[in-house]
């Protein structure tokens, strides 16, 4: 197949879509596929042409004279490579790939990775949906999408290309124990109550430290927020970090403590680093930990909550031990090879379909009244 991904950039800056499509187009290109990429470009362009992918240029910012021209550019990119399969994973890819759909006969995929935006709605122009995770597939039903379109390809991006072998890291040297999070410093994050809940439980576990690894644009309203505490000089802000792996492989407790998750992708390398982890029941990351069997669940914008778990942890270090075992099992799942397969079945849905339409049969195709399953 020829198959054309869709993103706004690809820049090395943490951007769990971009990861996603990234390890998507160099695995199909390993497996046969002619794959380029369509975006704004950024440092993952030399790994793409390693794995013999084509970049193709498009700017997609969202000022109205661009757009006609990203319109124009899409035109000329589609009309060189000629794909089968358009690959949308983000909204403005999906409008762009929708508009001339109709003019060029490629079949358009999107994926849902931000459920939680309002414009999520427009990735339904496609016609294959696919969701991260069954949260994720069943808010879009709630939200008007039909469900003959969606399709459930849950995250994961171990034995990625973008990363070195989980045993080639070094771990880089923490306080211990160790508490970390690794995500965009966001409120919606729960980084607000992550700090809150450390400030409840520090005097109690005087050698523990607090590592927030991530950049973004509320970092500087945490860090004063932290800088009121009496225990500031035990949380530490370490920016984003190229190889957070070696933050994983030195901690001791891991948290996600979101408002809203449509998977938790970070969860997946905490989990490989054997990492005890607490995270929020919400959305997506109950099905991350295989429903709590892999890691504490706690109610999200609930710094008690957190600081119980956090507690209950640090005082009981066979209880620790027992999480960090648990974390590592049953992890084939969320290898990025297994993620590349069942997105080509999705492919190959469209394309065997848009044949039999060709040649004259009946395609398979769902009953809208079918449930949301996976390929």
């Known amino acids: ?57 498009l700017d997609q910012s969202r000022q ?24 949308a994973h983000m909204m403005t890819g999906v409008v762009l790939a929708g508009i001339l759909k109709g003019s060029y006969g490629y079949n358009l995929v999107s994926t849902v990775h931000n459920e939680f935006q309002r414009s999520a709605v427009l990735m339904g122009l496609a016609d294959r ?30 034995g990625s290309p973008r990363h070195r072998p989980f045993t080639d890291y070094q ?14 410093m966001y409120y919606r994050k729960g980084i607000a109550e992550l700090i809150t809940a450390f400030s ?42 190229p190889e957070p ?23 997946t390398e905490a989990r490989e680093a054997g990492c005890a982890i607490i995270a929020s029941d919400v959305d997506g990351i109950p099905e991350t930990l295989d429903q709590g069997q892999a890691g504490l669940l706690v109610p999200p914008k609930n710094s008690d909550a957190l600081a119980e778990a ?20 049953n992890l084939e799942r969320f290898s990025a090879t297994k993620v590349s397969e069942e997105t080509l079945a999705v492919y190959r849905e469209l394309v065997s379909s848009q044949w039999s339409v060709v040649s004259g049969q009946l395609p398979l195709v769902q009953s809208p009244k079918s449930k949301v399953h996976s390929p």
């Not at 109205?64 to 690959?87: E, G, S, T, Y």
Request: net charge positive; glycine share 6%.
């Open 310 to 329: 956090l507690a209950q942890l640090l005082s009981d270090p066979i209880q620790l031990y027992k999480w960090k075992r648990r974390a590592q099992q």
């Open 171 to 184: 771990p880089i040297p923490l306080k211990s124990p160790a508490i970390t999070v690794v995500a965009g």
């Open 64 to 87: 109205p004279l661009n757009l006609m021209r990203a319109i124009w550019n899409f035109r000329q990119i589609i009309q060189k490579f000629q794909p089968d399969i358009v690959h």
């Open 1 to 57: 197949m020829l198959i054309l991904h869709i993103t706004n950039h690809v820049q090395e800056i943490g951007n769990g879509i971009v990861n996603v499509a990234v390890d998507l187009a160099c695995l199909q290109a390993k497996n046969g596929h002619q794959v380029a990429i369509a975006s704004a470009g950024g440092g993952y362009e030399p790994l793409l042409a390693r794995y013999g992918v084509r970049h193709f240029h």
């Open 129 to 158: 949906v696919i969701a991260v995770s069954h949260a994720v597939a069943d808010s879009m039903v709630r939200r008007g999408i039909p469900s003959y379109k969606l399709r459930v390809v849950s995250n994961g991006t171990l």
């Open 200 to 241: 409840k439980i520090a005097k109690d576990f005087p050698e523990a430290h607090l590592y927030l690894v991530g950049n973004g644009p509320n970092r500087s309203n945490f860090e004063a927020m932290a800088q009121n505490l009496p225990f500031s000089n035990r949380i530490h802000f370490e920016g984003f970090q």
């Open 245 to 267: 792996q070696r933050y994983m492989l030195a901690t001791d407790i891991f948290v996600l403590p979101s408002h809203c998750e449509s998977f938790g992708l970070v969860l």
